[in-house]
């Protein structure tokens, strides 16, 4: 039986467990299939489509920084990848074109929004940190829940203000000032990769917070950043990515093998073992 190769790319992906988790989930189902890390530079991105128009890759998944660069190199791009210009997920279908999803939305909603258990949802207002590949979809998806009091902030204005092309209801506050909007959130989401294992965190301290403020953090590794370890002593309600990135693997395995994998305790644990 030929082996079926999938993988990640990105840079850096020292931190991902996609290939642990996918694996589990190949020999579970008994799949004939090995998912690995494909770490690249941006001008190896066609190449890598090119493996999957040949049928030397299956599939792929799509993370930082690369989930916008993807895209002029696919032949389709479906549902919520079209509304957040945003690739996760890329696969062949039967016509051999090669098809750009979005399963980060799903994960974003089953991993943490669905999961809040907030009177007038709707009228929250939520301050994103980060301009990065996954904020579309995050905005996208407290959209559907009618949140429209939305403001990001980045490191560099232009990301921001390309994010502000795409949903002009969202504000933008500058990077300098952004623990001066704090102030006044009842929910903020880190998507950028400070605090991630071995890079870096924060210079903000976000010392002024409402009480009832509620940390979100895309960041599964480690499973608590240094803003979550912080934020806890200070007993305000904190949550990583781990949901969310279980959740968008999930997706992902059904796109490509049409099985949708348990997300049992056992995988749960599974994953936080390694993250020990």
């Given at each position: ?37 494909i770490e690249i530079e941006i ?31 696919l032949d389709l791009i479906k ?126 301290e976000f010392n002024v917070l ?67």
């Amino acid at each position: 039986m030929i082996e079926k190769k999938f993988g990640i790319i990105g840079k850096p992906l020292s931190h991902s467990l996609s290939p642990f988790l996918h694996n589990c989930w190949y020999r579970k189902y008994k799949i004939c299939a090995n998912y690995s890390l494909i770490e690249i530079e941006i001008n190896e991105i066609e190449k890598v489509i090119k493996k999957i128009k040949n049928k030397e890759l299956q599939g792929i998944n799509v993370t930082i920084p690369y989930k916008q660069a993807v895209m002029p190199f696919l032949d389709l791009i479906k549902d919520d990848a079209r509304e957040t210009l945003s690739v996760n997920t890329v696969s062949l279908n039967s016509e051999g074109k090669t098809v750009g999803s979005n399963t980060d939305v799903y994960g974003f909603e089953e991993g943490f929004i669905n999961k809040l258990n907030i009177q007038n949802l709707e009228q929250s207002k939520v301050l994103i940190l980060g301009a990065g590949g996954v904020t579309s979809s995050v905005i996208f998806a407290l959209a559907k829940k009618n949140i429209k009091q939305i403001v990001i902030s980045n490191r560099t204005i232009k990301k921001a203000d390309d994010i502000k092309k795409k949903f002009p209801f969202v504000d933008i506050v500058t990077w300098s000032s952004v623990e001066e909007s704090a102030v006044n959130m009842d929910i903020i989401i880190n998507t950028t990769s400070l605090g991630l294992k071995n890079g870096e965190n924060f210079e903000q301290e976000f010392n002024v917070l409402k009480s009832n403020l509620i940390y979100y953090d895309v960041i599964y590794n480690p499973t608590e950043t240094m803003m979550i370890k912080k934020l806890k002593k200070k007993n305000f309600k904190t949550y990583n990515g781990l949901e969310m990135f279980i959740y968008q693997a999930q997706k992902s395995f059904f796109h490509w093998n049409k099985i949708n994998p348990e997300l049992d305790n056992k995988t749960k644990q599974n994953i936080l073992s390694k993250l020990k």
